[in-house]
């Protein structure tokens, strides 16, 4: 295998607050390689997106960030901000969720694209640049393309302006894509566009994606590896067979149950009882303990640790030799 393009160690987030700090992101550590997909998954509040912009260094001064962020061998957490500031946009781009807010409602998209290419491309006209963002939204699939590019946000759907986002994110043509929740508030079909623009990016450019999501059925034919995400820690990590038909941590599993099934074969919908624990005060033992079915003594009295299970696939739970029994089909 490639050396990986980012590789994060050790990655803990917190927000100081008048009652303390509270723990979004907690000792964290993966890879994504060259032209890999990696999906993150998680309910909302469970550190996806954090993790994301502390990637970026986009979190306020105050914020409280530990751990080490590798990206071709430069650990990003240690650069001055200028240096980084020439790598975010160029060499690591993100798609943001909402892209009503993300985009300038004062300035045409066209515009906004072409401010995102000269920022990095000093020696290159405005007219080549626009050009540029023109062939760029034609790329993503946005209809006359030109007349659009003198358009204004507000004139553009929902989808049209998360394609206009994908646009600009690919303007300098980046190693690493952050793509965070990308169809979130899109009708369906506009969902399986979106990700086949992403899916044609990635071939075209060869870009590494890390894929920010609550939904597990989303993913499920888009990324070469999965993580999921609980309480700010990362719960399970696998390949795409090893998270949907392997599952060794009860959260994941959860998750795949309240899925809703097109071709029938579930009765019905199982959802995920409580809800996720403080961040300023979460419990003892294992945060996941509380709407655990299979909850044991154990659970209450220890943290688990990320136990590694086979080669890519890794899991944070006491009782995953018993799931392993449970997945064959024998009884526990």
């Excluded at 790329?139 to 759907?157: D, I, L, N, W």
């Amino acid at each position: 295998m490639t050396a990986p393009l980012l590789k994060v160690d050790h990655l803990t987030v917190g927000f100081p607050s008048k009652a303390g700090v509270v723990g979004a992101v907690t000792d964290v550590s993966f890879e994504i390689h060259p032209g890999e997909v990696l999906a993150v998954v998680g309910e909302s509040g469970s550190g996806k997106s954090v993790t994301a912009l502390a990637v970026m260094r986009l979190h306020s001064k105050s914020t409280h960030i530990s751990g080490s962020v590798m990206f071709n061998d430069t650990d990003l957490l240690a650069l001055p901000e200028d240096q980084m500031r020439a790598i975010r946009g160029r060499d690591i781009a993100m798609i943001f969720q909402d892209p009503m807010t993300a985009l300038n409602p004062v300035f045409t998209v066209g515009m906004q694209i072409v401010e995102a290419i000269l920022l990095h491309h000093h020696d290159m006209t405005k007219q080549k640049a626009w050009e540029r963002a023109v062939e760029l939204l034609d790329m993503v699939g946005v209809p006359e393309p030109r007349r659009r590019a003198a358009q204004y946000p507000h004139e553009f759907s929902g989808g049209m302006r998360q394609r206009a986002m994908i646009a600009m994110a690919i303007s300098n043509d980046p190693k690493l894509l952050i793509a965070d929740e990308p169809t979130t508030a899109l009708d369906v079909t506009v969902q399986a566009q979106v990700m086949e623009v992403l899916h044609e990016v990635k071939r075209a450019t060869g870009s590494a994606i890390m894929l920010i999501t609550h939904d597990l059925g989303l993913v499920a034919g888009s990324a070469d590896r999965v993580q999921v995400m609980y309480a700010s820690r990362l719960f399970e990590t696998g390949s795409i067979d090893e998270i949907f038909y392997e599952s060794r941590n009860p959260y994941t599993r959860a998750l795949l149950d309240s899925i809703p099934d097109l071709e029938g074969t579930k009765d019905e919908l199982h959802p995920i009882p409580g809800n996720p624990p403080s961040l300023l005060r979460p419990p003892a033992g294992c945060p996941f303990r509380p709407r655990c079915s299979m909850a044991i003594e154990l659970c209450r009295e220890q943290t688990p640790a990320l136990i590694q299970i086979a080669n890519s696939h890794a899991s944070r739970c006491h009782r995953a030799d018993e799931l392993a029994v449970l997945a064959a089909g024998a009884p526990a």
